[in-house]
């Protein structure tokens, strides 16, 4: 058996994602039962979370993994905030 003494010390790593980010604040563009314009996404969500969640930590750079680690998601969506400039908002029924 021989012995590798090369050391790997990076990853091959392969990005193609492009977004279009305006700064300021925008009001939210869809409605409640706007989730029927694509149900591809909402019968995975429904059926399957943690493929859709896996696929959303991908795209936002971190590793498929990341949807099994308890408040993970959570911190997702924070980071996910923070980075597109989302507003926290109170929801009212007003």
Not at 10 to 16: D, E, K, L, R
Not at 40 to 61: E, M, N, R
Not at 73 to 87: F, P, Q, W
């Amino acid at each position: 058996m021989a012995f590798q003494s090369n050391v790997i010390s990076s990853q091959p790593q392969v990005t193609v994602t492009q977004y279009t980010v305006t700064s300021g604040s925008a009001d939210w563009s869809s409605n409640v039962c706007d989730c029927c314009e694509d149900c591809g996404i909402c019968l995975c969500a429904t059926f399957l979370p943690c493929i859709l969640g896996c696929q959303v930590a991908q795209d936002h750079g971190e590793s498929c993994c990341l949807p099994f680690l308890p408040g993970a998601m959570i911190a997702l969506r924070t980071s996910m905030r923070d980075k597109y400039h989302i507003e926290v908002r109170a929801f009212s029924f007003v």
